[in-house]
Structures are given as structure tokens and as C-alpha cells.
């Protein structure tokens, strides 16, 4: 029998609509949906090869589990189940809760029924030591959001649909679409904002390839935005562009805000920017004069080391020339849960910054922010308080963590190490036990990922469209049945211990309660399937507002110390000398982290490997040739690379891609035979290698060096 079920993609934010072609239970077919009321057939090829990786034959079927020599035995659940939680127990017992810990990767963000089930077990065991990609790559948003509006679920986005003036820092929506920003076709909407007049003005350390659609980009040296976004503030009040009667209807601190703008004047910040003092000066005046203007800034800013301070700076940016808010300018998107901006509440104070065991740090006190994952191998391997158990879900921190040879140790040095995963990727070859999950399409869900960011709000259903394949598992069967052989209350039981609840529906019903906040339900949801919702008015942003006044903090007293490194990292900056190399990440359409690693048809003929681009100025000054083996090297390690010359660059500046490295991948056979360079190897680890404000990792504008190899 051969059917058709509509579903969405869970790779990125837009979760953009398919539809799935089923043919006697097999998922056969993944194809756009052209009826979906938001994404309207837009799918990109990550989605529709979500095929391979749901039919990829090296996907996990049954629980493996490792034997003494390291190889790996198929086992069953009625064996690791029990076998895990006497581990588990016996590493409690003798070591207490700090000994156990949990890494969760980026496609977690894309699962809504895994957060509950995973935090009631690590409860229970009190595993406090967690860790997630979000320090990677966005954790520096929340914890400004959380300083600047009391909430860390509040980013307003830009209203590209009416905005006359728009820049982008750090993103490359024909690539990577957006983040915090959950659109289906970024393009289209660029070039049709371009089309009715709009200017748009990309900040990047390379021409990027929406240049090629809308708009145009101004070069900025990596790392450096926040001096951009502080000058630009400056230049606001020189003009005489702040409307200082709005700040004070909205914003509190605000007279600190312009006292601190004062020292970064677009003429003090060019030789550190690259962005001559005229064009900042000329961008300034654009914006505020616009008569509506937005911004956004994504991933290559963030990744840098004063992400929480630039996108604090993001948001002043908006609110000083009165665009926060305004039809055109940047608004908050409710979506399906009106109290989400609420739930999100943070009020950031200076105590959040802590002396933590490996140097200055944010403190826990967020599970969106959690511990720096740069600093895993450290908690693990400490001294006084190791971890001795550690659950890595959906990731792959070998890879992905600055410090590939401290990560192996550290893993390699737990006493039980489970990975609950579809593939036993890089990370898993170190673990005792690989537990396989449930795949995108073999579990329902809906779109959780883009609450509140969502450029047109809707709410999607997915039923599974198919049955777990093999011995698959959802993620919530795995960690409640662990919980359950632990003797822990389980979603299995009831208080008579019999197994009488419906555990899905029971996860579901969080969902349900928050759709009630919009006179919505989840009966409603699974028989439409898809729920258009009205948008928020651009001026309600301000209700959103969650500090104890209602106003905005203009300049949050816990930044006070990042403040003093800012200026710290400048004098850096302006002693660097002048040929100093810095690398980026280049992302790449055909790539999303690791996740495509074991897909040929993303790998296809140069797509095999990664390389290391550099202009060709700067090629011809180390005599480098297109094509040649190089190295490349930072402070923090080496690796050799095929070099590709590329005047998208700034001189000055190399890119690589990341999410390859998969040599020692055992486990995924097409991603071992094309394995590509880690880039991460070469990036900072440990104390010192994130930023303190949110225990972001520092993964671009790395200083490095190339020489011929060999
Ligand atoms: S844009 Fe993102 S959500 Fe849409 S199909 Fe591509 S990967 Fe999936």
C-alpha cells in the first residue's frame, strides 16, 4: 500500500512542510510540501536527503554494547537496561551525583518530547554537570537576552517584509539559512524586500553567496563586530540620531549606554574593524534615517569571543533609533505559547558570573546555557571530583568541541559512557554502550524549535510516519526505562506500579497546555495538522519585556567585568601584526555539522573533502599554489589540509568547514572513507577558551598560521 503524510523537516529552524511517501510501512520518498501554508514547497536538499540518512544501512538497529577488547556486541534492551542502571547505581553510591553527567547535541533542539524525559532522569540522578552544543554556537543570545530583557526566550526579529534598512552580521542565509530567525526562503524574502526598495548590507569576513541574490557586503575583520555595533551606536548619538524620549519610556541605564559608546568612535574602531570610519558613518545614517530599519546577527558572531556583548549591542541598536518594535523594524514573534517570552525568565545579576573551578564562568543557573562544553574534558578528568558516568545524546563532542585529543582522553577515561544516538558516530566509538534512537520520521513531534522566532508563526503536528525501524527507540522510552530499572518514578508506572499510562500522551500534554494559551489544543493540532497564527504586533515587543520594572536594561551591570575585556581584547587586537592570519568557519549548503558526514550524495566529486580557503594575496605572499598540501596552525594545534584559493575572502582571513575529521569513525563507513580535516583541533579548549558572560565557546577569528606541508 502506498500513502502520503505530511510532515516537516527537523534539521533547521524553518522545519520546513514535506510530504512523505510511505509504501508498506517503508518511508520511500521525501518530496516538498506545496500546500503548506507557511513554507509553500520551499525545502532545501538537507531536507529531502533526510531519506538517506533515515534508509543509511549504518544506522544504529540494536543496542550495542562494547566488549573488552573494544569491539562492539549486539545486544538487546532487556540486557543494557539493567545492565546501565546497575552502572549507574554503583557509580552513585560510591561517588555521589557530581560524578555523572550529560552532553546533548544540536538535533535535540529539534525533538520536543526528548527535553522532559531527559531532565526528569538527570534529576533524579542530579546530574548537575551539563553540557550542550548551545555553547558552541548560540548561548551567548540567551544569556544577553536574559541581561537586556529579563527573558532569555525574547530575540525580535527582523521585519524583513517592511523594513527599508536591514544589516546582517555574521550569517549567510543562502547557505545556512538563518538562526533565531525561523524563515522558510530567506532569499526570496531578501530579494523581495531588495525589489521594493529596501537596502540590505551584510557585516562579513567574506563575500558571502546571498551577495549573489540581494543586497551587498561590507568586510569586516572576524571577531571585531562588537566594535562595529558599539561605533555605530556612537555615531547614532553624533548625528544626533538617539531619541532619548523613547529610552526613557522604554530602557533604564541608558546614560550608561552612551557614556560607554563614547569611547569606541568610528575612527577609533577602524583599524581594528576594517571598516573604514566613512562607511560606518554612512551606514549609521542610513539606518537612522530609514524610516523603518532592522538587524540581526547569527552564528559567525556569536562564535566569537564577545558574542553576549555584540548581541547586547544588537538589540541597543534597535531600541536607540526607535525600530524595536515598529512595523519594519526588529519585533518578538510569539507563536503557539503566549507565555513563552515569560517562561524564559532570567534576571541577570553579576553573581551569575562565578569563580568557577577552571576560571571566570557563568553559573549554572540556566538549562539553556549550561557548562561550557570546552571545559568537559576538564570536569571529567579533575582531580577532585570527576565524572565518572556521562550520557551524550544526539552529539558528537569529539568533533564538534574545541580540543579533539583532550576530548578522546576524557572520554576514553569514564568508567560508563552511554551514547544515544542514530549513527555510533566519532564520539561513540569510546562508549560502553550505544543505544539506537528513533529517527526524525519514525517519532511525532512538532515544530518546537522556532517558538518565538518564527518570522510567520504556525504550529505543525508530525504523527510518525512510520514505526521505529529495527530495535529503535524514542529517546524518552530509553531514558524512562532507565529510570524505571533505577527504582526512579517512570513515565511506565503508576503509583501501583502497574504500567497503565499512555507515556506519549502524557509528554504531550505539556504541549497541550501551553496551545491552550492561545485557545488552542492538541486535539485541535493532530486534526489540522498545521495551525496558522496570527502574528504579534511589532509594539507589543514591549510587553514582553520580563525585568522586575518592565524596562529594558540598556547596559546590565553583570557585563561590567566583559566590559573591561573588551577593552582588553581591543589593545589585542591593535598589537597584532598587520599579516596576522585568522580563521573562520565557512559553512556549506551541502553540510550541517556532522549530521551529513555518512550521505554520498552530499559528498559527491569535490564535496569529498573540506579545504582550507585563502585569498589569493595572502597565497602568493607564503608562495601557496591552489591545490597543495598545507599546514595549518594554531597555538592549539596542527593539521594538513588541501589549500583552495578564493578571493570571496578578505585577505587576512581563512576558512575551513567544519563537522569533518571522521577517520576514526568505525562506525559510519562512507564518512570514514571520506574523512576530511577536523577543524575544531585546531581551537582553543579549557579554561580561557569561552566567554564568561554565557560559557560560549571561542571558535572563529582563531589566529593561525599556513606553511607549505611537507
Ligand atoms: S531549510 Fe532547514 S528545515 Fe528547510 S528543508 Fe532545509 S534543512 Fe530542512
Known amino acids: 500500500m502506498k500513502e502520503e503524510k505530511k510532515t516537516f523537516c527537523r534539521v533547521c529552524e524553518p522545519a520546513c512542510g514535506m510530504v512523505a511517501v510511505v509504501e508498506d510501512g517503508a518511508l520511500t520518498a521525501l518530496k516538498p510540501d506545496k500546500d503548506h501554508p507557511i513554507t509553500k514547497g520551499f525545502v532545501c536538499h538537507k531536507g529531502i536527503y533526510g531519506l538517506d540518512i533515515h534508509n543509511d544501512p549504518d544506522r544504529l538497529k540494536v543496542p550495542l554494547k562494547r566488549r573488552a577488547d573494544g569491539t562492539y556486541e549486539e545486544s538487546s534492551w532487556d540486557i543494557v537496561i539493567p545492565e546501565i542502571a546497575e552502572k549507574l547505581k554503583n557509580i552513585l553510591e560510591r561517588h555521589g551525583r557530581s560524578a555523572i553527567g550529560g552532553y546533548r547535541g544540536n538535533p535535540m533542539a529539534f525533538n520536543t518530547l526528548f527535553g522532559p524525559s531527559y531532565g526528569a532522569l538527570m534529576g533524579q540522578l542530579g546530574a548537575q554537570k551539563q553540557f550542550s552544543s548551545g555553547t558552541q554556537d548560540c548561548s551567548n543570545k540567551f544569556a544577553a537576552s536574559g541581561a537586556v530583557f529579563g527573558t532569555q526566550t525574547l530575540h525580535p526579529v527582523p521585519d524583513i517584509a517592511h523594513t527599508d534598512f536591514l544589516i546582517l552580521l555574521g550569517e549567510n542565509p543562502a547557505v545556512s539559512h538563518m538562526s533565531f530567525l525561523s524563515i522558510a526562503d530567506p532569499v526570496g524574502e531578501l530579494r523581495a524586500a531588495e525589489e521594493r526598495g529596501a537596502k540590505i548590507v551584510y557585516i562579513n569576513p567574506r563575500s558571502i553567496e546571498t551577495e549573489r541574490f540581494a543586497g551587498e557586503v561590507v568586510h569586516i575583520r572576524p571577531d571585531t563586530d562588537v566594535y562595529f555595533l558599539a561605533a555605530l551606536i556612537n555615531e547614532f548619538d553624533r548625528l544626533g540620531k538617539i531619541d532619548r524620549d523613547h529610552l526613557t519610556a522604554h530602557g533604564r541605564n541608558w546614560q550608561a549606554l552612551l557614556d560607554f559608546e563614547k569611547e569606541y568612535s568610528a575612527e577609533r574602531v577602524e583599524g581594528i574593524t576594517g571598516i573604514s570610519a566613512a562607511t560606518l558613518t554612512d551606514l549609521a545614517q542610513q539606518f537612522a534615517d530609514a524610516p ?43 507563536g503557539f505559547y503566549t507565555r513563552a517570552s515569560k517562561a524564559g525568565t532570567v534576571r541577570s545579576s553579576p553573581e551569575d558570573i562565578i569563580e568557577g573551578p577552571y576560571g571566570t564562568m557563568r553559573a549554572k543557573n540556566s538549562p539553556l546555557v549550561g557548562l561550557p562544553a570546552n571545559l568537559m574534558p576538564n570536569y571529567i578528568m579533575d582531580k577532585r571530583e570527576p565524572i565518572r558516568a556521562m550520557f551524550i545524546t544526539g552529539g558528537n563532542p569529539v568533533l564538534s568541541v574545541g580540543g579533539e585529543a583532550q576530548m578522546r582522553e576524557a572520554l576514553a577515561s569514564l568508567e560508563l559512557l552511554v551514547c544515544v544516538d542514530i549513527y555510533r558516530n566519532a564520539s561513540a566509538e569510546h562508549a560502553h554502550y550505544v543505544l539506537p534512537v528513533a529517527g526524525a520520521f519514525e517519532r511525532p513531534d512538532i515544530n518546537i524549535t522556532g517558538l518565538g522566532l518564527q518570522y510567520r508563526p504556525s504550529i505543525q503536528y508530525s504523527e510518525a510516519v512510520v514505526e521505529p525501524g529495527f530495535e529503535r527507540k524514542p529517546e524518552w522510552w530509553i531514558f524512562s526505562k532507565i529510570a524505571q530499572a533505577m527504582g526512579f518514578k517512570s513515565m511506565f508506572d503508576e503509583d501501583d506500579g502497574q504500567k497503565a499510562l499512555d507515556p506519549e500522551q502524557e509528554l504531550w500534554a505539556r504541549t497541550d497546555a501551553m496551545l491552550r494559551s492561545r485557545d488552542l489544543s492538541m486535539d485541535a493540532l493532530r486534526e489540522q495538522g498545521t495551525l496558522v497564527l496570527d502574528p504579534t504586533p511589532p509594539e507589543d515587543t514591549y510587553d514582553h519585556v520580563q525585568t522586575e520594572d518592565g524596562l529594558i536594561d540598556c547596559f546590565p551591570e553583570a557585563f561590567a567585568s566583559s566590559l573591561d575585556r573588551m577593552e582588553k581584547i581591543f589593545t589585542e587586537l591593535n598589537q597584532e601584526p598587520g599579516d596576522q592570519l585568522k580563521l573562520i568557519t565557512k559553512r556549506d549548503v551541502h553540510m550541517m555539522n556532522s549530521w551529513y558526514a555518512n550521505v554520498e550524495k552530499m559528498k559527491r566529486k569535490e564535496r569529498a573533502n573540506n579545504y582550507l580557503f585563502m585569498h589569493p594575496e595572502d597565497g602568493a605572499r607564503r608562495q601557496l599554489k591552489e591545490g597543495q598540501q598545507v599546514r595549518l596552525k594554531s597555538k592549539d594545534g596542527e593539521v594538513e589540509i588541501e589549500l583552495k584559493l578564493s578571493d570571496d575572502l578578505m585577505p587576512g582571513v581563512v576558512a575551513v568547514t567544519h563537522g ?22 585546531l581551537l582553543p579548549s579549557g579554561p580561557d577558551s569561552f566567554e564568561p558572560l554565557s560559557n560560549q565557546a571561542h571558535m572563529t577569528g582563531i589566529p593561525v598560521e599556513v606553511s607549505r606541508a611537507g
Open 660 to 681: 569533518w575529521g571522521h577517520k576514526h569513525s568505525g562506525g559510519m563507513a562512507f564518512a570514514q572513507s571520506t574523512p576530511g580535516v577536523n577543524i575544531n583541533a
Open 292 to 334: 523603518a530599519a532592522a538587524i540581526h546577527m547569527s552564528t559567525g558572531v556569536n562564535m566569537g569571543r564577545q558574542g553576549t556583548l555584540a548581541y547586547w549591542l544588537v538589540h541597543m541598536v534597535s531600541l536607540v533609533t526607535g525600530n524595536l518594535g515598529r512595523k519594519g523594524g526588529n519585533f518578538y514573534s510569539a
